[in-house]
């Protein structure tokens, strides 16, 4: 029989810029399916250095490391397989919470966050947003080359969303997440109230620090 406990585990994340009581924008950003948070957070060293002092980029690592091809050589993290699958969602909600208050509480009480996951971090930042529906929610979400999941309940969904600018981005040579398939996600995401604004941009499956900082720059 099958059983579950629970135990103390080190999380780590990589952060750009400093707190103060000048920071202005907290950016929470989840990396996608095989990377390193120090690898991953590099994209968005231009967006913090345009803002030194009033932004702070924070990118948690996912719990779960393995060797990208066979049994050494490059590391990758992941947020989640189909494996216990519940377990781990729980696991990734109860560590984002913990980082958020650990952030917040370093933060002025005026702060603006935004969320932002690429690839399979866009799964990961929703199904944890929406379990905090009606608690807390971000004044910002990026979803950046994935995808809203389906299975999160309606409800919570709408408690989310509602009112909730949405901003869906993809390349337009992404072979996961095309033009089409964002159009139709900006639709669903629509319906549930958010405000939705469709970006792209001439590239595949990655981040682009024109955009990121275009983003920043609309969020200010």
Known sequence: MEHHFSVTRTARYEQLGKFSAATRQ???????????????????????????????????????????????????????????????????????????????????????????????????????????????????????????????????AQQLLQALPVVLVSGEQDGYVGPDKLRAQAQVLGAYGAQVTVRSFEGNHTLYPPLLRQLHAAFA
């Not at 002092?53 to 066979?70: C, D, K, M, Q, W």
């Not at 807390?136 to 990026?142: A, D, E, G």
């Open 26 to 156: 907290l950016w929470l950003v989840a990396h996608g399916y095989g990377q390193l948070v120090e690898y991953f957070s590099r994209h968005f060293k231009s967006v913090q250095v345009l803002d030194p002092t009033g932004t702070v980029i924070v990118a948690p690592e996912a719990l779960s490391r393995f060797y990208l091809n066979g049994t050494n050589g490059r590391v990758g993290a992941s947020w989640m397989t189909t494996a216990d699958r519940l377990t781990e969602i729980a696991d990734q909600t109860a560590y984002f919470d913990a980082l958020l208050d650990h952030l917040l509480r370093a933060c002025p009480p005026d702060v603006r966050v935004t969320v932002l996951g690429f690839s399979q971090g866009t799964a990961t930042v929703s199904r944890w947003l929406a379990a905090k529906a009606g608690q807390w929610r971000p004044h910002q979400l990026v979803l950046w080359a994935g995808d809203f999941p389906a299975d999160i309940e309606a409800s919570a």
